[in-house]
């Protein structure tokens, strides 16, 4: 089952701007992870963010984690079309045991 | 890291057969993760691989429907068996370490 939810479902933008998207989730966790697909194909890795920590960056990309909402939020900055893609939330509540994803947000970045 | 090489990348099927998905992986792992995404929808964990014993399946999947095989630590097989068209979806297989999952590129099953 789906640990958490993420809004919005849906997000379209402009080249250049930025894109947040938040994802909650119900239980404890270890860490937060986010993933981008693209078209329907496999997943790949953006960022991991850990139960102790507060906000992290990489590249383009601003995560933070509020544990005690128990929610998370991905920035995405100056947004370009290959930025096109759905972005999922997904818990790790025991390191290395297994994912839980969120809904997902699909984002759309119009050139 | 690792590399996930799956297929078929995507099939039509006639409904009431059955459809083998290999996943190879290029370096031993202990446990393996097949996933369901449905259209328009998230992943959902259908059953964890683990080599030399039974897999494990999430509530709601059983293994008369998705039989999965793992006869070495790089390699493992879902079935869906007797299919309906509600069992068109994108398939996907994973491997899990404590930082991050790999995945396959999916396979896109369409049942008429």
């Known amino acids: 089952s789906q640990q958490g939810e993420e809004d919005p479902q849906a997000l379209s933008i402009q080249e250049g701007e930025n894109a947040t998207m938040n994802c909650s989730y119900k239980?404890?966790?270890?860490?937060l992870q986010w993933y981008r697909q693209n078209s329907g194909r496999g997943l790949v890795h953006l960022i991991l963010?850990?139960?102790?920590?507060r906000e992290k960056h990489s590249g383009r990309l601003r995560v933070t984690l509020d544990t005690s909402k128990k929610s998370s939020s991905l920035l995405i900055t100056a947004s370009r079309a290959a930025d096109t893609a759905s972005y999922f939330c997904?818990?790790?509540?025991?390191?290395?045991?297994?994912?839980?994803f969120g809904g997902g947000t699909r984002v759309l970045v119009k050139p | 890291s690792a590399v996930i090489s799956q297929k078929p990348s995507r099939d039509i099927c006639q409904r009431g057969t059955s459809l083998t998905i290999q996943c190879q992986v290029d370096?031993?792992?202990?446990?393996m993760f097949w996933y369901r995404q449905q259209p328009g929808q998230s992943l959902t964990l259908i059953a964890t691989?683990?080599?030399?014993?039974?897999?494990?399946?999430e509530s709601g999947f059983v293994i008369d429907k998705f039989p999965i095989s793992r006869p070495n630590l790089t390699f493992s097989t879902l079935t869906v068996s007797n299919m309906s068209p509600e069992d068109s979806s994108i398939y996907l297989c994973?491997?899990?370490?404590?930082?991050?999952?790999?995945f396959g590129q999916g396979t896109r099953l369409t049942v008429v």
């Open positions: 239980t404890s966790i270890n860490n």
């Open positions: 691989a683990n080599q030399g014993s039974e897999a494990t399946y």
């Open positions: 994973s491997v899990y370490t404590p930082t991050e999952a790999f």
């Open positions: 997904a818990t790790d509540r025991s390191a290395g045991n297994k994912l839980t």
């Open positions: 370096s031993q792992v202990t446990m």
């Open positions: 963010i850990r139960s102790n920590e």
